[in-house]
């Protein structure tokens, strides 16, 4: 008489009967893998909501003209970055342009806060400004002023009265500028 086929449940094991006849359910025999798969899955959540993936926290704030120069063609106008001893950035126009005055016509300053804030300070000004879509995280414009935030770096673009650039060149500036950023 031939031996008796198994059935597909002895083949493929079960719940209570795991393929290899060990007795016990695999999650049963295994609490330590579970133990560590859990531990993984929290560090990975915990790492995804502080925003450990898709993005990167700056260590420091970049330097300042640096950080502006690829962006500086799209103001329209032949500024001359200028380094400050607080790491901003003055543009300013060239003593040869008719326009000149010596002082700087737009300041770009950076600042790293690893508070968690954001842009609460500028929220706070209430009427006195208007958030930006598509501009870095999260941005804001008031009067001629741009503040933006990508990651944990704030910026902010002062243009002083008398301005060469105009409102959209100042705008199109912040855009790229935070896209940069975001690539640095």
Not at 163 to 177: N, R
């Amino acid at each position: 008489m031939p031996a008796e086929q198994p059935y597909d449940s002895d083949i493929l094991g079960s719940e209570d009967r795991p393929v290899g006849g060990s007795g016990a359910p695999w999650w049963r025999r295994k609490p330590l893998l579970i133990g560590i798969a859990v531990v993984v899955l929290l560090a990975v959540g915990v790492t995804y909501f502080a925003g450990g993936f898709g993005g990167h926290r700056f260590d420091a704030e970049p330097p300042a003209c640096t950080a502006v120069e690829p962006s500086l063609h799209l103001l329209g106008v032949d500024y001359i970055a200028q380094q400050t001893a607080n790491n901003s950035c003055d543009l300013r126009l060239s003593p040869d342009d008719p326009r000149y005055v010596d002082a700087p016509k737009i300041t770009v300053a950076f600042a790293v806060d690893d508070s968690g804030e954001g842009m609460g300070t500028v929220r706070q000004m209430g009427d006195q400004v208007r958030p930006l879509s598509g501009v870095g995280d999260e941005a804001y414009l008031r009067d001629r002023d741009v503040f933006l935030q990508v990651d944990n770096l704030f910026v902010g673009i002062m243009v002083f009265p008398n301005e060469v650039s105009s409102p959209d060149q100042v705008l199109a500036f912040a855009t790229d500028l935070a896209d940069q950023l975001r690539r640095a």
